[in-house]
């Protein structure tokens, strides 16, 4: 048997002012066939340490095409995104014939002139490949489920947790449910609900934990392949945007259906429970100081790279130095041009500088500090999980009382490595104001002893998305419809 596996993702915020460019995919994970470094997947790449293993165990024969992925932005350049998509297919054609294809996904791709990417680019491989080769794909829970992707592929799995860190469990299962496909002992039909919602599902919410562990009970119902809940992604303005679920069946369409309402149903009572509470910067600071031991997480996650912001925004930043806060860690802080001068001046240096607030208006303005040079790092990384993501060159200052981190690559708070390798320790702070929505909580979770977050003027409305300015989404949509209801779409 031969399997190709490729890889294509972001997840693009059409409200960003900040377009994508091949360089953002130079900057993050830029592979030609064969590439892909052994040491373990970088983001949506999960399935190719997990095929290179099965495939040496004698099960088929692997080949790998290209893998392209960018920190989340705005949409991406158009001829960027044909020119990735037309590499993928070249590596296509040259593997052909084929038994099955294994794709890494994101789900919430959008270029310009093209709102479903990953739905063009299945459908430009099933022509290439025809009716009878199986096509497969690994996706992020916060993708779209939209009807052109899932007439052309025959079996899809999405990440469980939200922060992400059983992409390899699900890279597993993917391969699971190829492998018994391709030796005839099961039939995957799909069944899917949607929700006709959206919204933020951390599976570290108490109730959203609750939920993702049943369901990974009711996975185990004879007949079901896998169980898989979208999230939906806030910030895309598209069409078919929305949460909803996915069910692999084996060839009973009647069950799938069933237990894709049954699940998506008990998601709908979820709606505005796993919203956390959001306090304004200077509450946030409050309640901070008043924590009686750290490190305590302040997330701005209004400025969160993960959602397609530009996490260049100083206005937790100047509220800290303005009321002379210290015992502060903060990071990442997008500022190339500062990054150089900081190298420039070398570590040690004492130096007036310019940081922040230079991508648009939702970065407020910039700040012009006195700072000392603490650290330098010329390839910087941070792990998520069993991956590791590019800080790009990294530089910590200290401005006062406060640490922070300044990057190249554009990239939100994962690891602790984005403090460690630059000489801070986090564990000694007793703030880490971190640049991130959730997924800090797979790296940060063990050390901190409390997590507050603050909505600032970043891009992304984190309380209320009856605020975002949508204009193409399909409706109802809760909450902006509050009576919404879910239906089988498939």
Same mark, same amino acid.
């Given at each position: 048997m031969r399997v190709f596996t490729a890889t294509l993702g972001t997840e693009s915020n059409t409200f960003s002012p900040l377009p994508t460019s091949l360089d953002d995919f130079r900057e993050s994970v830029f592979f030609g066939p064969g590439e892909h470094p052994q040491d373990g997947p970088r983001h949506c790449t999960a399935q190719i340490p997990v095929g290179r293993r099965r495939a040496a165990e004698g099960d088929f024969t692997f080949i790998e095409g290209?893998?392209?992925?960018?920190?989340?932005?705005?949409?991406?350049?158009?001829?960027?995104?044909?020119?990735?998509?037309?590499?993928?297919?070249?590596?296509? #054609?040259?593997?052909?014939? $084929?038994?099955a294809v294994v794709m890494g996904l994101h789900g919430a791709m959008v270029a310009f002139g093209y709102d479903d990417v990953e739905g063009d680019l299945l459908s430009a491989?099933?022509?290439?490949?025809?009716?009878?080769?199986?096509?497969?794909?690994?996706?992020?829970?916060?993708? *779209?489920?939209?009807?052109?992707?899932?007439? @052309?592929?025959?079996?899809? !799995?999405?990440?469980?947790?939200?922060? *992400?860190?059983?992409?390899?469990?699900?890279?597993?299962? $993917?391969?699971?449910?190829?492998?018994?496909?391709?030796?005839?002992?099961?039939?995957?039909?799909? /069944?899917?609900?949607?929700?006709?919602? !959206?919204?933020?599902?951390?599976?570290? *919410? =108490?109730?959203?934990?609750?939920?993702?562990?049943? !369901?990974?009970?009711?996975?185990?119902?004879?007949?079901?392949?896998?169980? /898989?809940?979208? *999230? /939906?992604?806030?910030?895309?303005?598209? =069409?078919?945007?929305?949460?909803?679920?996915?069910?692999?069946?084996?060839?009973?369409?009647? $069950?799938?259906? @069933?237990?894709?309402?049954? !699940?998506? #149903?008990?998601?709908?009572?979820?709606?505005?429970?796993?919203?956390?509470?959001?306090?304004?910067?200077?509450?946030?600071?409050?309640a901070a100081l008043d924590a009686p031991e750290g490190p305590v997480a302040v997330t701005d996650a209004s400025d969160n790279a993960g959602g397609g912001a530009a996490a260049d925004n100083t206005s937790v930043l100047r509220r800290l130095i303005e009321r002379g806060v210290d015992s502060v860690a903060l990071g990442p802080l997008w500022d190339p041009m500062a990054v150089r001068t900081c190298f420039a001046a070398g570590l040690g240096a004492e130096l007036d500088i310019r940081i922040g607030g230079k991508a648009g208006r939702t970065s407020n303005q910039p700040l012009d500090v006195r700072a000392t040079v603490t650290a330098l790092a010329p390839e910087a990384w941070q792990s998520f999980g069993s991956a590791s993501a590019p800080l790009g060159m990294a530089a910590a200052i200290r401005v006062d009382g406060v640490d922070v981190v300044l990057t190249s690559a554009r990239t939100q708070a994962l690891g602790t490595e984005l403090f460690t390798s630059l000489g801070i320790d986090p564990r000694a702070r007793k703030i880490l104001v971190l640049k991130s929505s959730n997924h800090f909580m797979a790296g940060y979770g063990p050390l901190l002893k409390g997590v507050i977050h603050v909505h600032s003027d970043g891009l992304l409305i984190r309380n209320d998305y009856t605020r975002v300015p949508y204009q193409r989404v399909a409706r109802p949509l809760w909450p902006l419809d509050p009576d919404a209801d879910g239906a089988l779409i498939y």
């Open positions: 290209s893998c392209f992925h960018a920190s989340p932005g705005g949409p991406v350049n158009r001829q960027d995104y044909e020119f990735m998509r037309d590499r993928i297919l070249a590596d296509l #054609r040259a593997a052909l014939p $084929l038994d491989i099933r022509e290439i490949v025809g009716p009878d080769c199986l096509i497969s794909a690994e996706l992020d829970p916060h993708c *779209h489920l939209t009807r052109k992707r899932l007439d @052309a592929c025959d079996i899809m !799995v999405f990440y469980k947790e939200y922060p *992400h860190t059983d992409c390899d469990e699900e890279a597993e299962n $993917l391969f699971d449910i190829v492998l018994a496909t391709l030796k005839g002992s099961v039939r995957p039909v799909k /069944s899917v609900f949607t929700c006709h919602q !959206v919204g933020s599902f951390p599976t570290t *919410h =108490p109730q959203m934990r609750t939920f993702i562990d049943w !369901v990974r009970e009711e996975e185990k119902t004879p007949g079901i392949l896998s169980i /898989s809940v979208g *999230h /939906s992604y806030p910030y895309a303005d598209v =069409p078919e945007m929305g949460a909803g679920v996915l069910v692999m069946s084996d060839g009973d369409k009647a $069950l799938g259906e @069933a237990m894709a309402e049954k !699940v998506g #149903r008990a998601f709908m009572k979820l709606r505005g429970v796993t919203t956390p509470k959001f306090l304004s910067i200077d509450e946030g600071i409050d």
